[in-house]
């Protein structure tokens, strides 16, 4: 069976510090790759996917970059984190690009 | 109008009690369609694929209506375990990923 991994669960950082969020699945190839943010009170905001190694689209224009350097790895970067970062990142997989998308348990993520 | 749109409740019922769920969306070349349920502070969880005939699984049944772009869930003999918030997501224009609902927020009470 599948599984996705994500850490860390929580990070506190201060503002202009950079972040690093790994994820991870095993089980499966050639996942299609997700990153959201989810902010206290909305709704899931994509902001990345990636259908292979090396191949990342993104959705919303931020000081936020994702990578893909393996098959089964996803990456979320920034060199210098704002207040306004703050919120639940979430990395999803699917086989299919589409189709349903599981999710891993999220990093809280608090700038202070 | 917004890509995908739901009634953010809160939904108030007692256990036993039937409710149902309404979302909205705006893109008529959607091809894929599912409910989400999100408990306080945890990932997502798929609960169902909607398809076009409507489904059942268990307690839950899911509706679509393509000409209306309207999706039902529907929730028979509510449990305590069902309080959550439920998000409704169909595939975005390029086929390429989700859009994700804000949610409706259920609360079952005893």
């Known amino acids: 069976s599948q599984t996705i991994h994500q850490w860390p669960a929580t990070l506190v950082q201060p503002v202009g510090s950079p972040l690093s969020l790994e994820c991870t699945v095993e089980g499966t190839s050639n996942p299609n790759l997700y990153w959201y943010r989810q902010a206290a009170g909305r709704g899931l905001q994509l902001l990345f996917y990636s259908v292979g190694i090396g191949q990342i689209s993104s959705e919303v224009p931020q000081n936020l970059s994702a990578s893909r350097p393996q098959d089964r790895q996803f990456i979320l970067s920034s060199k210098k984190l704002l207040l306004s970062d703050s919120g639940f990142y979430l990395c999803?997989?699917?086989?299919?690009?589409?189709?349903?998308?599981?999710f891993g348990p999220g990093t809280r993520l608090t700038v202070t | 109008r917004k890509e995908v749109e739901q009634d953010p409740g809160p939904f108030n019922v007692p256990e036993g009690a039937t409710v149902a769920f309404n979302c909205t969306y705006s893109n008529s070349a959607s091809q894929s369609f599912f409910w989400y349920r999100q408990d306080c502070r945890k990932e997502p969880k798929l609960l169902m694929s909607?398809?076009?005939s409507g489904n059942e699984d268990g307690r839950f049944t899911a509706q679509l209506n393509r000409a209306s772009q309207y999706i039902s869930l529907l929730i028979r003999d509510s449990k305590l375990s069902d309080s959550a918030t439920y998000l409704c997501v169909v595939n975005n224009q390029a086929g390429t990923a989700l859009i994700f609902g804000k949610g409706t927020t259920l609360s079952v009470s005893s």
């Open positions: 909607v398809y076009s």
């Open positions: 999803a997989w699917t086989r299919a690009r589409g189709g349903e998308q599981y």
